[in-house]
């Protein structure tokens, strides 16, 4: 158990929906990051947050938007749905924003019908 | 933006046996490699990492090893066991003061046979 909490575990919804996946990091991480893993894409970074700030942004679609809260949790919001986001989404975190490795989540299992 | 390729894409071992898997990056500034490893309905599970000041690292059974003028590094597993089939994942990033962006390869599904 790594210690960092992803809820729902899965989700299933319609194309055009929008959804919120939840994340707690694990207790001391100030640092929080969202990944996204699909057959075609394997695992790539999204976003990264810092103690509620962004520090970094990978090829996150301007339809997704995160922010994480004063208590650390972070939220993605995945809006006008489509097929092809259906994918696992991985939250990870850090003491710091650099030179700490990231722990990973479970993930949620978004699938879209 | 940094690429990491990863070989091979499928391996299959006899228990008891090494295994070696093997990642190559595209930006030279990267200096963070660690790996991770992924079991059926779980997150990746960091098991090793080093940084670019260091050629070898090593804990237990698992190695491994970087080559910054080739940008290459590689994972060792020795002595496997069932418990070591997973899909393994190794991953690049540039560490700035303030942020982190992992890159990761395609992963490697390791088989361990008995």
């Known amino acids: 158990d790594s210690g960092v909490t992803q809820t729902p575990k899965h989700l299933i919804t319609a194309t055009g929906q929008r959804v919120t996946l939840r994340c707690s990091p694990r207790?001391?991480?100030?640092?929080v990051y969202w990944y996204q893993q699909s057959l075609d894409q394997g695992l790539q970074f999204l976003i990264q947050?810092?103690?509620?700030?962004?520090?970094a942004k990978g090829n996150i679609l301007e339809r997704f938007s995160a922010q994480q809260f004063p208590d650390l949790h972070s939220e993605l919001n995945l809006s006008s749905l489509e097929l092809g986001d259906s994918a696992l989404y991985f939250c990870?975190?850090?003491?710091?924003?650099?030179?700490?490795?990231?722990?990973f989540g479970d993930g949620t299992r978004l699938s879209i019908l | 933006g940094e690429n990491v390729e990863q070989h091979p894409s499928t391996l299959s071992v006899q228990e008891g046996d090494s295994a070696v898997i093997k990642c190559t990056y595209s930006d030279s500034a990267s200096n963070y490699f660690p790996w991770y490893k992924q079991e059926l309905g779980k997150g990746p599970q960091l098991i090793i990492d080093i940084r670019s000041n260091v050629g070898e690292k090593k804990d237990q059974r698992i190695a491994v090893t970087l080559n910054k003028t080739a940008k290459h590094f590689s994972l060792h597993i020795t002595e496997t066991q069932p418990e070591d089939s997973a899909v393994y994942f190794c991953?690049?990033?540039?560490?700035?003061?303030?942020?982190?962006?992992?890159?990761f390869g395609q992963g490697t599904r390791l088989t361990i046979n008995p």
């Open positions: 991953a690049a990033s540039i560490d700035t003061q303030g942020a982190q962006k992992l890159v």
């Open positions: 207790s001391g991480d100030l640092s």
């Open positions: 990870a975190s850090s003491v710091y924003p650099s030179n700490q490795p990231q722990h």
């Open positions: 947050y810092y103690n509620g700030e962004e520090r």
